[in-house]
């Protein structure tokens, strides 16, 4: 199976988030779970299209599953040995009346570590919301708080599919606090603000790619397990032009030659960090190609549930993101609710001192955790 990488659904996701303003950030493997456990209990043309958005290859849905099931477990990893900290979560909250079917229980719980558990939306919408959004704290070490706003569960409301990912990695070199400055940040070529910049200069893997008008380095975590790869523009307003013109596979290139470079010296300056985003990705997934999921008299969640259809109505995704000397925390939680229906030698300098994307992957596999834009401090 593709990673989230190597597929075009990472790229036109960030894409259509990327049409607002302002920084981004979203977790295409939270968003990508939340999808497969779908796709687990959907038949007919909602699997195709899911499949088909997803860029999941063949036409085996069992080999699918397994080797998304493997590469979470690939992802996951403990402090202790690793360094990084990677926990995911799947959960499906289905009302009390809802027969959710026993073998898609069995294979949410052996191929994602799924439970379902029954939920009094009918009688108790709020406080299932409460509980869906302190379970979402508990599994991102509560960065991700009250992903369900008031009012988004109500008596309608027959299933939500939720997953939840956290992420904790310190940098395999740290940087020094002491080193920290306060510099010009150019939100755009005739605008500044100041922004705290991080500095060092050490070995890291280095591109820089006049064509697309842009460089890239990536930053190891501890063990070199997992990375952070930024993508600067060469032009301070240069980066709406890269987010509406590079496509998937020169992204997939790019990062990949990246990760294949002899490492060299460079003198990077990355800013501390610290924002929240939340997605309402309702109305990109359709546009996406996923258009059945919900459609109420198309649907088709017949594996999931004999409770007959329930188009998918709303997909929240929230995500958190902090940056420092140490390292980087970020986190990300997506919710599905349906309901009722019938290069270069010597020395580099890598300043990012102007709207910049960044990428944490996993190199072994290309697989990406979160991406995001930073434009603004």
């Known amino acids: 199976m593709a990673s989230a990488l190597e597929s075009a659904f990472t790229w036109k996701l960030y894409q259509n988030i990327a049409k607002s303003p302002g920084n981004i950030l979203l977790s295409p493997h939270s968003v990508c779970s939340a999808l497969m456990l779908a796709c687990l209990g959907a038949r007919g043309d909602t699997a195709a299209q899911i499949a088909a958005t997803l860029g999941l290859p063949g036409t085996d849905p069992a080999a699918w599953h397994r080797q998304f099931s493997d590469m979470c477990e690939q992802l996951k990893g403990t402090e202790s040995d690793s360094g990084v900290l990677i926990a ?30 029954p939920m009094d939306f009918a009688s108790k919408p709020d406080e299932s919301r409460i509980a869906i959004n302190q379970w979402v704290e508990e599994q991102t070490s509560e960065k991700i708080k009250d992903l369900l706003q008031a009012g988004t569960i109500n008596g309608a409301t027959a299933m939500v599919l939720a997953n939840a990912i956290y992420f904790k990695g310190k940098w395999d070199k740290p940087f020094d606090v002491s080193e920290t400055k306060s510099m010009d940040f150019y939100t755009t070529a005739t605008n500044k603000v100041k922004a705290d910049m991080m500095r ?65 010296k460079v003198d990077l ?3 501390k960090f610290t924002f929240t ?48 000397e140490e390292g980087t925390e970020a986190a990300a939680a997506t919710a599905m609710i349906s309901r009722m229906m019938m290069m270069p030698t010597g020395e580099a300098t890598f300043i990012c001192d102007r709207p910049f994307l960044f990428f944490i992957v996993k190199p072994e596999t290309n697989s990406v ?4 834009r930073f434009s603004s401090p």
Do not use: C, W
């Open 88 to 117: 995911i979560a799947n959960k499906l909250f289905a009302r009390l009346d809802i027969k959710v079917i026993n073998n898609y229980s069995s294979e949410a719980t052996k191929l994602y570590s799924s439970g379902t558990e």
């Open 200 to 264: 060092k200069k050490f070995d890291l893997r280095y591109i820089s790619d006049d064509s697309l008008g842009l460089s890239a380095v990536e930053i190891p975590y501890q063990n070199q397990t997992m990375s952070m790869v930024i993508i600067r523009p060469n032009d301070v307003d240069g980066l709406s032009f890269i987010e509406g013109t590079l496509q998937s596979d020169a992204l997939h290139d790019l990062i990949s030659r990246l990760l294949r470079e002899m490492k060299m």
């Open 277 to 324: 985003k939340a997605s309402d990705l309702s109305r990109v997934l359709p546009q996406m190609g996923i258009t059945d999921l919900f459609d109420p008299e198309k649907v088709n969640l017949s594996a999931m549930t004999s409770s007959g259809n329930h188009a998918i109505s709303n997909v929240i995704h929230k995500s958190f993101i902090e940056v420092n």
């Open 369 to 372: 955790l979160f991406v995001g």
């Open 269 to 271: 300056g990355l800013p």
